[in-house]
T-cell receptor, first 111, second 113 residues
Framework: GQNIDQPTEMTATEGAIVQINCTYQ??????LFWYQQHAGEAPTFLSY????GLEEKGRFSSFLSRSKGYSYLLLKELQMKDSASYLC????????????FGTGTRLTVIP | GAVVSQHPSWVICKSGTSVKIECRSL??????MFWYRQFPKQSLMLMAT?????????EQGVEKDKFLINHASLTLSTLTVTSAHPEDSSFYIC?????????FGPGTRLTVL
């Protein structure tokens, strides 16, 4: 089976930096995705890691360590609009490349 | 490119009726589409993988006779919730696969009274 863990909730201050961790135990790992989801809306793609290391994309960065089964999403210069759920998803190497999602981390940005 | 639409965006139905939800890839062809369900304050749960021209693959615990999936063309997959009950009320999201990435539809909120 697939096991993906994230903290349930986090709170951070506007302008600060926050790191959201994700640990996973899966069979046939084939990449890790981070998505942002606002309440009542579909997820939107943030980042993708398949090799170890850091991927930077503007205010968002994502890190992956395959040997440790660990990833994090780093959000810099937090804005109020960053309040959302952040979903870690692991792609499993099947013919269909299924995505399995973690529980999601609900981030609240406060002034 | 890579836009996925869903219809309807929300639906309210009576218990015992069936509801059909459509998922379309608007500007690309998708041999594989996925159906997810999301309950309030929970993450997405993969229900099934829909393959064009063949039977869907259901995840463990998902009743294939209750959630009928038809992937009749490379741009359309449908999910029919048969004999819906209040516990089926949820947010249903589809995604379409292109170049090993999944693109999500806007979701359909189903409320069963």
């Amino acid at each position: 089976g697939q096991n993906i863990d994230q903290p349930t909730e986090m709170t951070a201050t506007e302008g600060a930096i926050v790191q959201i961790n994700c640990t996973y135990q899966t069979s046939g790992f084939n990449g890790l995705f981070w998505y942002q989801q606002h309440a009542g809306e579909a997820p939107t793609f943030l980042s993708y890691n398949v090799l170890d290391g850091l991927e930077e994309k503007g205010r968002f960065s994502s890190f992956l360590s395959r040997s440790k089964g660990y990833s994090y999403l780093l959000l810099k210069e937090l804005q109020m609009k960053d309040s959302a759920s952040y979903l870690c998803a692991v792609r499993v190497q099947t013919g269909a490349n299924n995505l399995f999602f973690g529980t999601g981390t609900r981030l609240t940005v406060i002034p | 490119g890579a836009v996925v639409s869903q219809h309807p965006s929300w639906v309210i139905c009576k218990s015992g009726t069936s509801v059909k939800i459509e998922c379309r890839s608007l500007d690309f062809q998708a041999t594989t589409m996925f159906w997810y369900r999301q309950f309030p304050k929970q993450s997405l749960m993969l229900m099934a993988t829909s393959n064009e021209g063949s039977k869907a693959t259901y995840e463990q615990g998902v009743e294939k006779d209750k959630f009928l999936i038809n992937h009749a063309s490379l741009t359309l997959s449908t999910l029919t919730v048969t004999s819906a009950h209040p516990e089926d009320s949820s947010f249903y999201i589809c995604s379409a696969s292109r170049d090993r990435e999944q693109f999500f539809g806007p979701g359909t909120r189903l409320t069963v009274l």
